[in-house]
């Protein structure tokens, strides 16, 4: 069964240092996203991807994250520098067709990255 | 913004029991997606609901969107261990508009121990 990608599944850091965050979505998704999430909380959109085009990253820190598909495929997220409330963590989905407000368009999600920040 | 709330945030039943967790909207729901999560893992998609009224089964999940579309609920029959975990909703989030953006805005989740 076709199945989510996401390397490293742990990740301890000092603040300050930079860390990237590996996607592979299922074979033939358009759509990327990459959420965050805190323990104890539900997740949080940073980033949406229409194949290498990005629809949505009005939640993304920009002044510390940055997000790139390059070929429409595989996704890296990036921390540059780490903090400690970055502590949380890192889900990659896809999703087979385009999206839309209202419209039913299911995302797989992968096993996500846990990120420690020390 | 769109928020969610989910009660109970946790709950404790006993194998064989029935269950409900809820999940109200501040707004009205465009589209209403029920995920479950083991701890540490990813989401697995459950249901989703659009219409008001909708009322979606698999296997021994029953998910409801109310009439308003404000409010969702899932119900478990007769619990089994291997239903423990959270369960998430989310839903399409108006604030993102055209372009294809369906980012979804998610509760926090409500916590289920099966006891043996």
């Known amino acids: 069964e076709a199945e989510v990608a996401q390397s490293p599944r742990y990740k301890i850091t000092e603040k300050s240092q930079a860390v990237a965050f590996w996607c592979d979505p299922i074979s033939g998704h358009a759509t990327l996203y990459w959420y965050r999430q805190i323990l104890g909380q539900g997740p949080e959109l940073l980033v949406q991807f229409q194949d290498e085009s990005v629809v949505d990253d009005s939640q993304l820190p920009k002044d510390r994250f940055s997000a790139e598909r390059l070929k429409g495929v595989d996704s890296t997220l990036k921390i540059q520098p780490a903090e400690l409330g970055d502590s949380a963590m890192y889900l990659c989905a896809s999703s087979f067709q385009v999206g839309g407000r209202g419209r039913f368009n299911e995302q797989f999600f992968g096993p996500g990255t846990r990120l420690t920040v020390l | 913004s769109q928020e969610l709330e989910q009660s109970p945030q946790s709950l404790i039943v006993q194998e064989g029991k029935n269950l409900t967790i809820n999940c109200t909207s501040s707004?009205?729901?465009?589209?209403l997606y029920w995920y479950k999560q083991k701890y540490g893992e990813g989401l697995i998609f459950l249901m989703m609901l659009q219409k008001g009224g909708e009322e979606k089964s698999h296997e021994k999940i029953t998910a409801k969107l109310d009439e308003k579309k404000q409010q969702s609920s899932l119900h478990i029959t007769a619990s089994q261990p291997s239903h423990a975990g959270i369960y998430l909703c989310g839903a399409d989030d108006p604030r993102y508009s055209g372009g294809g953006a369906d980012g979804l805005t998610f509760g926090k989740g409500t916590h289920l121990i099966i006891q043996p």
């Open positions: 707004k009205t729901l465009y589209g």
